[in-house]
């Protein structure tokens, strides 16, 4: 289901850096970071769980990478119990978070399910989809949305699943609400 023509996004410092300038975030002290035209400086919070090695390694990676724009990173490891708490006081699924990773076992076709806008983690009288919803990244495309439908009502190998699902991947990858590592 990967398209050709799927957009990949390179590992550009470079461009990345001429874009936060464009954008007005300057590291005008020249402490290494960078500010917004009123002194904030460009610093995220990571999160992630306990009780895999290799989660503080991605970590120090992005945030080594993200250094390398001139955006501090800080991070914090919780244990499994208190990162995946129900909303709106978990940090995952009540959205408090900056920047959060985890693992998501997916299947052979794309799980394009769970970024549909209906299912938005937030109180269902805002017009989110529950607390115990699962896309805790509040990322809205009516267009990936439709494009997902289409997928999953279509029969599994035909041309219109195979066109839907590489719809939705192409609109997924332009928008990019989530890194997949």
């Known amino acids: ?14 461009a990345a850096n001429a874009l936060l300038d464009e954008g007005g975030w300057v590291d005008t002290d020249g402490d290494g970071i960078r500010e917004a035209s009123d002194g904030t400086p460009f610093a995220v919070h990571y999160i992630s769980t306990t009780g895999a090695e290799m989660r503080p390694q991605i970590g120090q990676i992005f945030a080594d990478n993200l250094q390398e724009c001139g955006i501090a990173v800080t991070a914090s490891y919780l244990p499994a119990n208190e990162y995946f708490a129900a909303g709106p006081e978990g940090p995952v699924f009540g959205r408090r978070f900056d920047l959060a990773e985890f693992a998501w076992l997916t299947a052979t076709t794309p799980p394009c399910h769970l970024w549909f806008s209906k299912n938005i983690t937030g109180p269902e009288a805002e017009g989110f989809g529950g607390w115990d919803n699962f896309n805790n ?3 809205h495309h009516a267009q990936f949305d439709e494009q997902c439908r289409l997928a999953l009502a279509a029969l599994p ?3 219109a699943q195979v066109a839907a699902h590489q719809n939705a991947l ?9 890194v997949p590592l």
């Not at 289901?1 to 470079?14: A, N």
């Open 1 to 14: 289901l990967f398209p050709d023509d799927l957009k990949i996004w390179p590992y550009d410092p470079e």
């Open 137 to 139: 990244t509040g990322w």
């Open 170 to 178: 192409r609109i997924f990858v332009e928008e990019l609400p989530v």
């Open 157 to 159: 190998g035909s041309p």
